[in-house]
């Protein structure tokens, strides 16, 4: 078992992955990812790592040049966070279509405008169909781990998806934290050489990208949907593998405190440690309330959720990004959907947090907490709330 | 607010916004001055006048400028001063931003803006690298430089941008450094003075990241640098221009020439093609 050292998370990614053994790195500047690929960069030109770092013009570059590593047959890893993400919109859904293993990690950050550098959801929420695996982590550990893993996943022949690992712009990118980094032989054992199941090769030449008339493009959809849906059973088993061998183990929806829970807060990435934190607190003055949070967001682990909010009341769903003029917010309407129409579904009580790197704290956990609790005791659903606006919500700004 | 004197540029500043981010020896804040004193000696009144940035150092300059500005996003100021000027003729649309917005991300739009000759002013702060993000290399970094995705220097050629500024269609191509403050404030005035694509190369000093990883010096030491190894040649082929890694560097004024510019050529071929029926558009009131 590897020590545990102090370090900057977005340094230890760069580790992570090089102790993948990747062979192609094509990235561009943006911050809050930045620091990842400089030291890829380091990495590479101090010959630890064989691998092409490309310096790429643009992210629109920076995935098309992974797409092209990875059609070669190279294992290929690239960050990006915010603008860097949308840039690379049209190419995300080309990765995918194409079946290219590939791991991007992407340090959440706003969209601009007003431009900002700070975190939220709203880069990967507005990616969300794009037919990539989507990965959340909580904090640096989880999300190292999670780079080992998506390679793993991506690389699995029964799924053959490029996968996106989340984490937490700034609070989770920056932050100095005691982390277990595997070293690069035992990633190895886990992790075997990349075994292309196809890739461009002149001596059995193949026709990558080609049109997709009405007469097909629809079974092509269908194969997306199989595939993406289909990546559940290998990701568990994977995950399993990975906590035999690492003695770390995560499930694609993580529960805490739930036993018994009447209200459970629902959560995705870095706020899940200060949602646990505020959990402990509340238990010790007597009240039922637990947890619930996604590790994996696609494919969306339907069951898993089903299973872990059974019993509760009531969900006080947190999402950080919303769609204005929309019902709510992306997680609150999926969780919706997926439990309309369960006998004895839990209420569900909607808001938007945490935009553009302002953070959740204990009181804002405590005042959700008291408008779900008041939704139990017979007040009215409330529409979608933005919490922590000057004024209120649809109040004065 | 007290009475004593007050700098000249000051009134094209948005003093509320200071102190500005710019790290000390940095030449942008030297390139904005020679900008301020440009703007009153081409007599370009300010309601006129609109500056666009892209997203980097150099393109916080935007948010600076007492003007109407639009501080885009990365690489896509020309694109939205395609726009601008398009709509507005009249107006003058300057485009203020750094090597590797214009250059690596933003890139395309240069040579298109310039093919189709718009009416336009791009003033383009090389200081040969991403200042914003941590000093990575960009398109415009002399081959063996060091930045920080490139720890054992740079090995991949750079852009001529004067030449490639000429070979693309600009009518008016001029490169100076921060130390050549008069020189670049008339280039400046001449370039805000011509009808058509122009384009400013000003090479600055990047102390915090380009120059600390270089090994060199400081803010002060970069001027001193350019003041000992720039040679002013007028009229110098834009292919012998290029620049190496603190190397010697040609600067002046290389192109100054006229050619139709996008809406002289529309509204020709307009009038040729459909004769007295066409009216040409003279832009948003």
């Known amino acids: 078992m590897a020590q545990r050292k102090g370090m900057e998370v977005s340094i230890a990614i760069a580790e992570a992955a090089s102790a993948c053994d990747v062979d192609c790195i094509a990235a561009y500047p943006i911050t809050p990812q930045t620091h990842v690929v400089e030291h890829l960069a380091e990495i590479v030109a101090e010959g630890e790592l064989d691998a092409e770092f490309i310096p790429v013009e643009s992210e629109h570059a920076a995935l098309s040049a992974c797409i092209g590593c990875a059609a070669a047959g190279a294992r290929t890893f690239t960050a990006t966070s915010s603008q860097g993400l949308a840039l690379m919109h049209e190419v995300l859904f080309i990765a995918s279509a194409l079946r290219m293993p590939m791991v991007m990690v992407v340090a959440n950050r706003a969209l601009s405008g007003p431009i900002n550098i700070w975190n939220d959801h709203s880069d990967v929420m507005t990616e969300r169909d794009v037919g990539w695996l989507q990965v959340f982590a909580e904090n640096g550990q989880e999300a190292v781990d999670l780079v080992i893993l998506a390679h793993k996943i991506s690389e699995d022949h029964r799924v053959l998806l490029p996968i996106m690992v989340h984490f937490d712009g700034f609070i989770v990118s920056h932050m100095i934290e005691p982390l277990s980094l595997p070293d690069r032989d035992e990633v190895k054992k886990f992790l075997p050489n990349f075994v292309p199941a196809m890739r461009l090769d002149i001596d059995n030449p193949i026709s990558m990208g080609p049109v997709g008339m009405p007469t097909v493009y629809t079974e092509a959809k269908m194969v997306a949907e199989a595939a993406v849906r289909g990546s559940y059973g290998p990701i568990v088993e994977t995950f399993k593998g990975f906590g035999d061998m690492f003695g770390r183990h995560y499930r694609p929806v993580e529960t805490y405190r739930s036993e018994d829970a009447e209200i459970m807060m629902v959560t995705m990435g870095s706020i899940s440690e200060t949602a646990m934190t505020w959990v402990d607190a509340q238990r010790e003055r007597g009240e039922k309330v637990g947890l619930v949070r996604f590790r994996l967001w696609r494919p969306l682990p339907i069951e898993d959720f089903k299973n872990a909010v059974r019993g509760a009341k009531a969900l006080t769903v947190i999402d950080r990004h919303f769609s204005p003029g929309g019902p709510g917010g992306p997680v609150s309407a999926e969780i919706k959907q997926v439990l309309y129409g369960t006998a004895d579904a839990p209420q569900i009580v909607e808001f938007v947090a945490g935009l553009g790197g302002r953070d959740i704290n204990m009181e804002d956990f405590d005042q959700m907490y008291g408008k779900t609790k008041a939704v139990l005791a017979g007040a009215p659903v409330p529409p979608f709330e933005l919490i922590q606006v000057r004024g209120g919500h649809h109040g004065e700004i | ?285």
């Open chain 2, 1 to 285: 607010m007290s009475d004593a004197p007050r700098n000249p540029v000051e009134k094209l500043l948005r003093t509320e916004r200071m102190p500005h981010i710019w790290c000390p020896g940095c030449g942008i804040g030297t390139s904005v001055n020679c900008f301020a004193r440009a703007i009153e000696q081409a007599d370009i009144p300010y309601d006129k006048l609109h500056v666009v940035s892209g997203i980097g150092c150099s393109g916080r300059v935007a948010g600076y400028v007492n003007v109407d500005s639009f501080h885009t996003t990365h690489g896509r100021a020309i694109a939205f001063a395609t726009g601008l000027s398009l709509s507005r003729p009249s107006a003058k649309v300057v485009v203020y931003s750094g090597d590797g917005d214009l250059f690596a991300i933003g890139g395309n739009h240069f040579i298109h803006a310039a093919r189709r000759n718009i009416d336009m002013t791009v003033i383009c702060i090389n200081n040969f690298t991403y200042g914003m993000t941590g000093g990575q290399v960009t398109p415009t970094t002399p081959l063996t430089a060091k930045a920080s995705t490139s720890p054992y220097g740079n090995f991949e050629d750079s852009f001529n941008l004067p030449n490639l500024a000429e070979a693309c269609g600009a009518v008016y191509v001029a490169r100076w450094t921060i130390y050549h403050v008069r020189q670049l404030t008339r280039a400046m005035t001449k370039a805000l003075s011509t009808k058509g694509f122009s384009f400013l190369e000003v090479l600055a000093p990047c102390p915090t990241l380009y120059q600390r990883r270089n090994k060199l010096g400081d803010g002060v030491a970069m001027v001193q640098f350019f003041k000992d190894h720039s040679t002013i040649k007028n009229g110098a082929s834009t292919s012998e221009v290029g620049l190496g890694f603190q190397s010697d560097m040609i600067v002046g004024e290389f192109v100054d020439r006229q050619r139709p510019t996008f809406m002289d050529n529309y509204n020709a071929r307009m009038k040729e093609v459909l004769g007295d029926s066409f009216v040409p558009f003279e832009g948003i009131k």
